[in-house]
């Protein structure tokens, strides 16, 4: 069965977005090195499940041409990845999605998520979309958690598991550390 792998990047006071949604801090620390273990990550799975903000944003910074964007070559592997798989929007308020290979979901989370794990293929990966987090945190559909730390604090923003009411008890199985001071804390949950 398919894995649901989070990734996600966080500042060490557990915030995933700044008050007005910013993530200047997580672009302060951003290297090459980051950029192909990125890209690396992608290579593993094949299909992206975002939530509607994250689309928004995604879909706006890397639906355009990346041979004309000047970016490492790296972003150009993960643009390149991001611009062809597979992509599943959860929305409540979206109608329409126009990036490349996006779709919005037709059933309820839990169900659109389990029928994608039955099916075969590479891994799913989740990026950002901290409400979509939370759901199939909730639902025990989340195989692994890849929390990018960002050695900064902002003191205030939008934290990751805001609406996770129990303990999540988990399980550390790798880590990979960055010159960036950025570490890559692997969970499953226990």
């Not at 950029?35 to 903000?53: C, P, Y």
């Not at 990845?81 to 990036?99: D, E, G, H, I």
């Amino acid at each position: 069965m398919r894995k649901v792998i989070v990734s996600i990047n966080v500042t060490l006071d557990g915030f995933m977005a700044g008050p007005d949604c910013g993530l200047d801090w997580h672009f302060k620390s951003w290297n090459e090195e980051m950029a192909r273990a990125t890209a690396e990550q992608l290579s593993k799975a094949d299909t992206i499940l975002l939530g509607g903000i994250t689309y928004r944003g995604m879909a706006q910074y890397w639906n355009s041409n990346p041979v004309n964007l000047i970016r490492p070559r790296e972003d150009l592997d993960f643009a390149s990845m991001l611009n062809s798989y597979p992509k599943v929007v959860f929305s409540k308020s979206m109608t329409t999605v126009s990036w490349n290979n996006a779709r919005l979901a037709k059933r309820e989370i839990e169900e659109e998520v389990m029928e994608l794990k039955r099916r075969d293929g590479k891994d799913m990966i989740v990026y950002g979309s901290g409400k979509i987090v939370t759901t199939l945190t909730k639902l025990g559909l989340v195989d692994e958690f890849r929390m990018w730390v960002h050695p900064v604090v902002i003191g205030c923003g939008k934290p990751v598991f805001k609406e996770l009411a129990d303990m999540l008890d988990l399980h550390l199985i790798k880590t990979e550390i960055f010159s960036s001071g950025v570490v890559i804390l692997s969970y499953t949950i226990k």
